[in-house]
């Protein structure tokens, strides 16, 4: 139901007369937590951790004629075994795609389509990401939380970091942290206590059109997976066809993805081998 006009006046008031006394009346604080040593406890919990699994919960906002959003939702499946070895089921609204790698091959698969394409990548699992990042020109969503590097993908760039305060995300205890970059505005949600895991991420792309945002709600974390050996190995059903990845060409600068974009883009395309 939409606000008439003289209620967004009034409840604009409401706020702007609250504040003040709200926080004149509000306890004084000692010294926040610094949100980068979070992050880095974050990134080492995880990097500890020699096998994991967890689901999330994605929305993405498209931008078409005219600067308007729709929002498109997707569901991802993340398994990993360190050092080489992670699969990705991810599928919503707009694709169904499985990312596997088995530490010699890297093979993206569109569901919907039957068809699939492998290639040869890295021994490890920062190897595989890039390859499918840099030479196949496709992202795998969530990849990044299986990287030894993850602390370091999530600086670059780091002009500004902020401690929000202490929130909640599915029930669990969390602490908000925001993070500001040239190109990329950046909030996340890591879990207190001994398990600093994040819960959740929004990205907001500030300096495309409409600035779209990305929001990934994470759960069902299990950080001492038992997977199946045959995990990680795609072995294809009756009429899937195996294709060649055809990378789309590079999109113009004014409307590239930002590093740390988390989206996974076109399913393999091209012609049969």
Known sequence: MRLKSNSRATLGCLVLLSGPMLAAAAPEKGTPPDPDKIVAGMCAYLKSLDRFSFRAEVTDDEVYIGGKKLQFGFTTETFVERPDKLRVDAAGDLFDKQFL?????????????????????????????????????????????????????????????LFVGP?????VATEH??????????????????????????????NLPAAPQWTAVLSDWKTAAKLKPDTFTYNPGPGVKQIKFAPPPPPPAAAKTPDSGPAMTPAPTGEKP
């Open 101 to 161: 790698f088995d530490g010699k091959t890297l093979t993206l698969v569109d569901v919907g389509e039957k068809v699939y394409a492998s290639v040869p990548a890295p021994g490890d699992i920062e190897g595989a990401l890039a390859k499918a990042d840099g030479e196949l020109r496709f992202r795998v969503p969530l990849g990044d939380l299986a990287s030894v590097r993850l602390c370091e993908h999530l600086a670059k760039g780091q002009g500004h970091a």
């Open 177 to 206: 942290l925001a993070f500001d970059r040239a190109d990329i505005q950046f909030q996340l949600w890591v879990a207190t206590g001994d398990r600093p895991l994040p819960m959740k991420i929004l990205i907001n792309q500030k």
């Open 167 to 171: 929130s909640k995300v599915g029930g």
